[in-house]
């Protein structure tokens, strides 16, 4: 029998996420910029991760995202902007690297957009979706359905912002927001999880898979 995750209407029910603030979410522009939050990221050694597309509204238009690559910390969040040309290359290591664990939601397909637009692959991703399906869970819970079922929070997502334009060269205060939290919430609901990295379903690392145990939450 499936598991099943708390209703939209228990959720609104929840005391409200708290998430990164402004003054925590960085946007580097320049190299040395890039070269610092990469060299940060990478000391994480687990971060929450998620992109943005501008989103395509024509029957058949091909989206040319991600525009913008999200790495969230235990207490900050970098957003990289993929105009930037001078952050392709540490973007790219910390794509590429097997020793940087990714966590997110849905990020199958993630890679796939990540492939075609850099031509790298994307090693070392957790997709928690694959986590609660594999404990019994639908498998596309999704952070908000996820955030009530395991921080008894409620994670609210605008409409709004999702479908704004990803591609601008500056970011509103409400996409950093949006973009920042979204993997912010993923790490955080991982760390809640308490599974030993071993367990993990981990995507692409030359080392052998581990199954996750019963995550243990109802």
């Not at 020793?99 to 997709?127: C, T, W, Y």
């Not at 498998?139 to 601008?168: D, Y």
Request: proline share 6%; charged share 20%.
């Amino acid at each position: 029998m499936k598991k099943t995750a708390p209703s939209k209407p228990e959720i609104a029910l929840m005391e409200p996420f708290a998430g990164l603030t402004l003054e925590r979410i960085h946007v580097p522009a320049c190299t040395e910029e890039f070269a610092s939050a990469a060299a940060e990221i990478m000391a994480a050694g687990i971060v929450g991760f998620d992109t943005e597309s501008k989103p395509t509204f024509v029957a058949g238009e091909v989206s040319k995202g991600p525009h913008v690559v999200q790495f969230a910390l235990h207490d900050k969040a970098y957003l990289f902007q993929l105009h930037q040309a001078d952050g392709h290359p540490f973007l790219i290591e910390l794509l590429q690297s097997e020793l940087l664990l990714k966590v997110g939601f849905g990020l199958r397909s993630d890679s796939k957009h990540i492939h075609a637009k850099l031509g790298v692959n994307f090693n070392a991703v957790v997709d928690l979706n694959t986590v609660f399906s594999m404990d019994g869970y639908h498998k596309e819970m999704g952070v908000r359905a996820a955030v009530g079922l395991v921080l008894k929070k409620r994670f609210a997502k605008s409409r709004h912002v999702t479908t704004s334009n990803w591609s601008q060269p500056r970011l509103t205060s409400q996409q950093m927001l949006y973009a920042a939290n979204d993997a912010y919430a993923a790490l955080k609901v991982l760390e809640a999880l308490d599974l030993p990295r071993e367990e993990l379903p981990i995507m692409g690392v030359s080392q052998p898979k581990g199954h996750p145990r019963n995550i243990g939450v109802a």
